[in-house]
Structures are given as structure tokens and as C-alpha cells.
């Protein structure tokens, strides 16, 4: 390699993580959020439904949240016997369904 390739190297920014143990921080070459590739610089977290190992009901999915929270307004303007505000709610949650 030539000089002007490793002083870039050199120069890079470092990823500055904290060790634990020693109170020093990291020097590896830091990825463009921040931090290397050690400490969190390509994850791009769990995936989502079925493809996590720990899926098992659906419960807690984003589809299921929405579906919840639309019946629980429907509940709502039903005990408020606004009727007309409850049959738009399940017009809705109909067209959310299909």
C-alpha cells in the first residue's frame, strides 16, 4: 500500500466505545453511524413475525395492535351510543380486515 492510503487509514474515524474493564476507548475504524463493526455497527436488529425464533401467537404484531385498538374504539362509541361514529369504525376495520 502507499503512503496516502494508510495515513487515510490513520485518519479514519474511531468508534470510541468504552471498555468496561480498562475505561478505554475502542480504536477500530468506525462505520459511518459511529461505531465499528464489534460494537453494533452492521445489526439491523431481530427480524420481525415468523422469522424471529421466538414468534409464537402473533399477539404483539403491528396487525394485531391495529386490530385491537379499532375494536376498542368501536366498544367506545358503542357505550357512548354514538352509533353512526360506531358503523364508520367498522366500515373501517371491514375494509382493514380484507
Not at 492510503?5 to 462505520?31: L, S
Request: proline letters at 5%.
Amino acid at each position: 500500500m502507499n503512503n496516502r492510503t494508510m495515513e487515510k487509514a490513520r485518519n479514519a474515524p474511531r468508534c470510541g466505545a468504552k471498555a468496561r474493564t480498562t475505561g478505554k476507548p475502542c480504536q477500530c475504524p468506525a462505520m459511518p453511524n459511529g461505531r465499528c463493526r464489534i460494537h453494533g455497527g452492521k445489526s439491523t436488529g431481530a427480524p420481525s413475525g415468523k422469522g424471529n425464533g421466538n414468534y409464537k401467537n402473533g399477539k404483539y404484531t403491528k396487525r394485531h395492535k391495529e386490530l385491537k385498538k379499532a375494536t376498542q374504539a368501536i366498544k367506545a362509541a358503542i357505550r357512548q351510543n354514538d352509533h353512526d361514529k360506531a358503523d364508520r369504525l367498522i366500515d373501517g376495520l371491514e375494509t382493514m380486515l380484507e
